[in-house]
């Protein structure tokens, strides 16, 4: 029998990354796997690396990118357009896409090798048509929020280890919206995948170092964070 004991916050002890740290998996979704409608190159390799960093948290929460049909990131939405062209949409230029992860599809289901039972909370994310949503806080209005920050802080997370898909995509536009919102934030390089459309990679580590975000390898991560009150 486990003998470890539950902790007054009610998250039990026995995990090395205890409330105060979040790991935050992002888009593990069918869709963006290799043969899926927007594949990442080798986006299934998270999977066990995935896994094996839950096991480590306490407190985990998942993501999953929830697009309505006739979502506006959609290149099959906009007459003529490609997908992978930009397009300039009224709160700014949008990547469109291939159609992807639409709500209740198989495609848009988290990948069956995932493996968080003591997963938290799931966000979805994208779900209004005529707006998308990279980022796991802040819609791409930059107005709309998911309520992830608020959930996070009422939970006593300080720091927010974001993995998943796509690294210069929903990981990089999570991460920086977790310093945004106040939060420490590390990407665990070897936990994602990218898309790289165009030095899109290159870019987000560049603007998430400029953002004070920790790049990491997951078996190298920085410290537990000490218990302490909530922000
Ligand atoms: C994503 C493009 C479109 C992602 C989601 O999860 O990185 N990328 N929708
Ligand atoms: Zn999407």
Request: proline share 6%; aromatic share 8%.
């Amino acid at each position: 029998m486990d003998t470890a004991k539950g902790s007054e916050n009610g998250f039990e002890d026995s995990f090395e990354y205890g409330p105060g740290d979040c790991l935050l998996v992002i888009d593990v979704q069918n869709d963006f796997m290799p043969g899926g409608a927007l594949a990442v190159p080798h986006g299934d390799e998270v999977v066990p690396v995935v896994n094996r960093l839950a096991r480590r948290f306490a407190q985990v929460v998942l993501t999953q990118d929830w697009h309505p049909g006739d979502h506006v990131s959609f290149a099959a939405n906009h007459a003529g357009a490609q997908p992978f062209q930009t397009l300039p949409l009224p709160y700014g230029e949008q990547v469109l896409w291939p159609v992807h992860c639409v709500q209740d599809t198989p495609g848009a289901a988290l990948h069956a090798g995932l493996a968080i039972p003591h997963a938290r909370l799931v966000v979805r994310k994208g779900c209004q048509r005529q707006v998308d949503s990279y980022s796991a806080f802040l819609e791409a209005d930059r107005a709309t929020r998911t309520g992830l920050a608020g959930y996070l802080r009422e939970q006593g997370v300080r720091r927010v280890f974001c993995v998943g898909l796509a690294t210069d995509f929903c990981v990089a536009w999570s991460a920086l919206d977790a310093r945004a919102a106040g939060f420490e934030a590390v990407v665990v390089e070897d936990a994602c995948r990218a898309i790289d459309l165009q030095g899109s990679l290159a870019s987000a580590w560049q603007q998430m170092a400029a953002a004070g975000v920790v790049r990491a390898q997951s078996d190298a991560l920085p410290q537990p964070a000490r218990p302490g009150p909530a922000h």
